[in-house]
């Protein structure tokens, strides 16, 4: 099973990848290379979930943006990963906004992968909170989290619409829902 959880600036789409990782622990997987410097790529969590993006439990950064920097490379290594690996979790702001690069991925995954789009309900207000937090209290331009926050909205009609599987994440427990999407796929870390 493939997840890739969506939703705004600060909707905790990279908290749910930290907080997997310090609940379960994870194996780094270098492997992308940048100016030739191998980075962080990914986590391998107990019972082989694969998490791609730089998680790290001290860090608040994630999602595979901050290792790919073209949806060609970001849909590259989501297909690699679906081929490689049983179970994989993924997000990133962007990469969320591309409807048919979604079709994309969910048609070539098939029919190995059930691919579920997980979109946070976090409110637009909670995001731009978190936003601030996160950025130390710096100004941020609240009306662009506003806009992606829509955007997202439509971006879950317009899947749904084309029979893609989608599945809201209640933002007050996404980590347990997330959790319980993958054992209920197969995966177990114990």
């Keep these: 099973m493939l997840l890739n959880a969506r939703g705004g600036s600060g909707a905790g789409k990279s908290h749910i990848g930290r907080e997997l990782l310090r609940r379960y622990g994870g194996e780094p997987i270098m492997g992308h290379t940048r100016k030739g410097k191998e980075r962080l790529a990914a986590q391998m969590l107990p019972g082989g979930l694969v998490m791609l993006g730089q998680y790290q439990v001290e860090k608040t950064m994630g999602g595979i ?8 490379e970001r849909q590259a290594a989501i297909i690699d990963a679906a081929e490689k690996y049983d179970y994989v979790y993924y997000e990133s702001l962007f990469w969320s906004l591309v409807v048919h ?31 601030y937090e996160r950025n130390g209290g710096k100004q941020i331009n609240e009306e662009t989290v506003r806009i992606t926050f829509k955007r ?35 995966w177990s870390p114990d």
């Design 101 to 131: 690069r979604s079709v994309d991925v969910a048609e070539a995954v098939k029919p190995k992968h059930d691919h579920l789009y997980g979109f946070l309900d976090t409110p637009a207000d909670v995001c731009i909170k978190q936003v």
């Design 152 to 186: 997202m909205i439509t971006v879950r009609r317009r899947l749904g619409e084309l029979g893609l599987t989608v599945v809201e994440i209640d933002h007050t427990r996404s980590v347990d829902r997330v959790d319980e999407l993958f054992r209920a796929a197969g």
């Design 65 to 72: 943006e901050g290792i790919y920097k073209t949806n060609d």
